[in-house]
């Protein structure tokens, strides 16, 4: 494993891309393909499979190293990840300083033959395993073991560094790892083997393309009529696929769904064999003028097999967008309009026969100026916001700019008043970011509102969080209650109804867009006006 | 908890007070006799009548409070009397000059540790075991978490990270007063003889410690660099405050590492946003705390700065040491705060 340590000792060492993309390429030039398998599966975060939960290896430390659990605590808190203050508190020195067992081991054998041990017999083991590996492999080991291993590299520069290494092109890899990846030397070799005409990927969906934030200056050179207007509707992204091998349907995620869409799936068996469209997922029932809001779709993702009635209470649909196979071939380099046309054509083949299929509507747009005038139209039909996509467009891998822009909807805002707070994990380890906010009550009392973790700069919270320690009023476990006085304005993209929330409502994307010191509590908003906020919608 | 009515030392607005000495240990505000156990700024303020300190730190005090302050240098270990008091200075091992300070008088002795530590340090001179009736301890880094490696094999890992990057500069963040002269003293025992550069705040703190005749590699402030010279393998070693700062513009493209007992932990380095995080403290760890406390034979224990009621619980509980902290103005540095100024 000194090769793989070696490795995310130099992700985790530096902040600089091309540094992360030479070390990510000089490793895999360098290690075995079996290591290298794992290694990829790990970077890529798709083996994040915890085999032994936090709470059992601060047990086994614990017993190792004689401390009281409310110690343990306290340095939880400092450190703020269970695996690290385990590898920091063992503190041993171990029997060696090299560890030649290779990661593909490790993976395969090792850890799996840990976990599968009970009771002390586990303990004993891991207490061994403890001590004969180098210290700073401690850490590696047990965020292994608990399933929390992850280091700052994305996944389009894990793709672009192995498809450097092995002279292959990015494109190419990252479709072949689009839908999942099992490591080993075999299927490495595979994912590495020459391009050949005419490849074959049964199952698998296309990488997507993804919309940048719209960026006006880049679009005022070009005309209206050069873009194709959609709304930016709020469900989940999805591939629907229909080839030889059979139907499928992929979430952005690169999850395969089929499973809690069984609708979609029937949908996808009566389109013709060999297509792939890409769309939204969402919950729309047929005669519907609009779609129902995100949470209603919540209720259908991560259900298997979902029950009658809640297929017939949250309908979902497919509004297709694009088409990017057709009769069997790979359309993404031909322009939009053209694969619009055949996108059109294939919707009205099928006759009205699917109405869970819907086709993407286009906006016009004459002149620039109206453009935002007509995104906010967009809460009218429940969308966030405007699409607009180059008309000779092709279809990217990833997000690159210039051919897809997303225009979104200015979001909601309400002035809150700070109520709670707790300390955040990881980095954000032992500094109070965790925040809850209220809003008045008709009886002039605060109600919790919505709680927000980002949004403020660096400077700002650590000024919040000595604030937050000098005005405590009471402590609740981790949690704080401070003194009713801070004020933020807090946005947020919907508003919703909510049975689960203390005040009614529930909101969605909350964050901090000011630090509101020019504002005093008694002048934040209410849930009156959080509710008139919510009667403006449709 | 407050400090008994009646001992020897007591807790007044103005920080720890001796009523038989009429003086004040490190205070907050100005006093008219302070006794100084290092130069560190949350340690050492100005305005004081008088200050009495380890003559090794007499150039940075003035350098820090001014020239002009009355300051009466004392030896380590030699015993003085102030007003019914004695009062002797003992090396903490912290930085250049600092010290433990033991107070005895009506039968009862205490020992106020300042800040120290028990690792070896080529900069200062070693922490020197003293016994007292009652012991005041910082606890910064009181959490077992906290373990140092000694600090030549930390620097042996700093000249290693600077040396796998010839062909840029690294800049190596450090606390000014101390660490950043620990650090040079241990590169110079690894047998680093060539130039370093310093920013400004470092610099200004060199001379007391090659006065001192601490051995140190040739080092050149940055504000005598000549413009347009090749910065390629150059170390630089410069203030946490400097970090991101538009001065180093000209160190864009360096790689960075920031040598600091917080680096034990990934988040606090993540935080920071440093590449590199090297684990070296000029407080004790753990295991330092323990061994000192228990080896001053202290009866009553107070614990001051950081981790104060972890360490005391950990004392009495665990120890069988009667231990309270001792809750006052005693600011630690903390995780995400840079030197205290």
Redesign the interface.
């Known amino acids: 494993m000194e090769a793989f340590a070696g490795l995310f000792q130099q992700l985790d060492g530096t902040a600089s891309t091309s540094a992360k993309l030479a070390a990510l390429e000089h490793y895999f030039r360098s290690a075995p393909p079996g290591d290298a398998a794992w290694a990829l599966a790990l970077l890529l975060g798709r083996r994040r499979k915890r085999l032994i939960s936090g709470r059992r290896l601060r047990e086994i430390c614990l017993a190792a190293t004689d401390l009281p659990e409310w110690l343990f605590e306290a340095c939880h808190s400092q450190v703020g990840d269970s695996a690290e203050t385990v590898s920091l508190l063992w503190g041993q020195h171990p029997a060696s300083t090299i560890d030649g067992t290779a990661l593909s081991t490790w993976m395969e054998e090792r850890l799996p033959k840990l976990a599968a041990l009970q009771g002390e017999e586990q303990a004993t083991a891991i207490v061994e395993c403890w001590a004969s590996i180098p210290e700073p492999h401690l850490l590696l080991l047990n965020k292994l073991l608990s399933g929390g291993f992850r280091v700052g590299v994305s996944t389009g520069l894990v793709t672009r560094a192995l498809a450097n290494s092995a002279e292959l092109d990015e494109s190419l890899l990252a479709h072949r790892l689009m839908g999942g990846f099992t490591p080993s030397s075999e299927s490495f070799a595979a994912l590495l083997a020459p391009a050949e005409q005419g490849e074959d990927h049964a199952a698998r969906p296309y990488p997507f393309f993804l919309a940048s934030p719209m960026e006006r200056g880049q679009l005022l050179d070009s005309q209206p009529g050069n873009w194709l207007l959609e709304w930016k509707w709020d469900g989940i992204r999805g591939q629907l696929i229909h080839r030889s091998g059979g139907c499928s349907l992929w979430s952005r995620g690169e999850e395969l769904i089929n499973d809690a869409f069984p609708e979609l799936i029937s949908l996808a068996e009566a389109l013709p064999q060999g297509t792939v469209l890409d769309g939204e997922v969402i919950v729309w029932p047929a005669d519907a003028p609009h779609p129902e809001p995100f949470a209603s779709l919540q209720r259908r993702l991560g259900r298997k097999a979902p029950s009658r009635a809640l297929q017939r209470d949250c309908p979902a649909a497919f509004v297709a967008y694009d088409l990017l196979e057709h009769a069997g071939s790979d359309l993404r380099q031909h322009p939009l309009h053209e694969r619009r046309r055949l996108l059109e054509a294939l919707h009205q083949g099928l006759q009205g026969t699917q109405p869970v299929l819907r086709l993407s509507s286009t906006q016009a747009l004459r002149r620039w100026d109206e453009l935002d005038e007509l995104r906010d139209q967009a809460r009218l039909h429940r969308a966030e916001g405007l699409m607009l996509k180059g008309i000779d467009s092709p279809y990217l891998v990833g997000r690159k700019r210039g051919h897809w822009w997303k225009h979104k909807l200015e979001p909601l805002r309400l002035d809150v008043v700070l109520l709670y707070a707790q300390a955040g994990s990881g980095k954000r380890a032992n500094l109070y970011t965790d925040y809850s906010f209220g809003l008045w009550n008709d009886d002039g009392a605060l109600v919790t509102f919505a709680k927000a973790y980002s949004g403020l700069d660096n400077s700002e919270i650590k000024e919040l969080d000595r604030w937050i320690r000098a005005h405590t009023t009471e402590r609740f476990g981790p949690v704080r209650a401070v003194e009713p006085l801070q004020v933020f304005e807090l946005a947020f993209e919907g508003i919703q109804h909510s049975k689960r929330h203390k005040c009614g409502l529930a909101v969605r994307f909350p964050r901090i867009s000011r630090w509101r010191t020019d504002k005093p509590a008694c002048e934040a908003d209410s849930l009156a006006s959080a509710r008139a906020l919510l009667e403006q919608l449709p | 908890m407050p400090l008994a009515p009646g001992g020897l030392l007591q807790l007044s607005p103005e920080g720890l007070y001796c009523p038989a000495a009429k003086a004040w240990i490190d205070p907050w505000r100005p006093v008219p006799r302070a006794l100084i156990t290092h130069a560190h700024a949350d340690h050492a303020r100005p305005g004081c009548g008088e200050y009495w300190a380890v003559g090794s730190s007499e150039g940075i005090l003035r350098e820090r409070l001014g020239a002009e302050i009355n300051l009466l240098p004392v030896d380590y270990g030699q015993l003085h009397r102030i007003g019914e008091a004695r009062v002797s200075f003992h090396s903490a091992g912290h930085v250049l000059g600092s010290a433990q300070i033991r107070l005895e008088a009506g039968g009862e002795s205490w020992l106020v540790s300042g800040d120290y530590k028990r690792c070896a340090d080529p900069s200062c001179a070693p922490f020197e075991p003293v016994q007292a009736d009652v012991l005041i301890s910082e606890a910064t880094f009181g959490?077992?978490?906290y373990?140092w490696q000694s600090g030549a094999d930390v620097a042996a890992e700093i000249l290693a990270w600077w040396r796998s990057a010839p062909d840029r500069p690294s800049v190596l963040f450090c606390y000014a007063f101390g660490k950043a002269q620990r650090v040079l003293a241990e590169l110079h025992r690894l047998g680093v003889s060539e130039e370093v550069l310093l920013h400004g705040a470092v610099e200004r703190l060199m001379g007391p410690y090659r006065e001192a005749g601490v051995a140190m590699p040739p080092t050149l402030p940055l504000a005598q660099l000549e413009r347009g010279s090749d910065l390629a393998g150059r170390l630089l070693i410069a203030p946490p405050a400097a970090h991101r700062s538009r001065g180093l513009g000209r160190f864009a493209k360096a790689?960075n590492g920031f040598v600091s007992g917080w680096m034990?932990?990934?988040?606090?380095r993540?935080?920071r946003?440093y590449?590199?995080g090297f684990v070296m403290s000029d407080h004790a760890d753990w295991a330092g705390l323990l061994q000192s406390i228990r080896g001053s034979k202290a009866q009553q224990v107070y614990v001051t700065h950081g981790?104060s009621n972890?360490l005391a619980?950990?004392l009495r509980?665990?120890e069988g040491i009667s231990a309270e902290p001792l809750e006052g103005r005693f600011e630690a540095e903390r995780?995400?705060e840079e030197e205290p100024s």
Request: positive net charge; hydrophobic residues 35%.
């Open positions: 959490l077992p978490i373990r790689q034990a932990v990934r988040g606090a993540r935080r946003g590449g590199r981790q972890v619980r950990y509980e665990v995780f995400d």
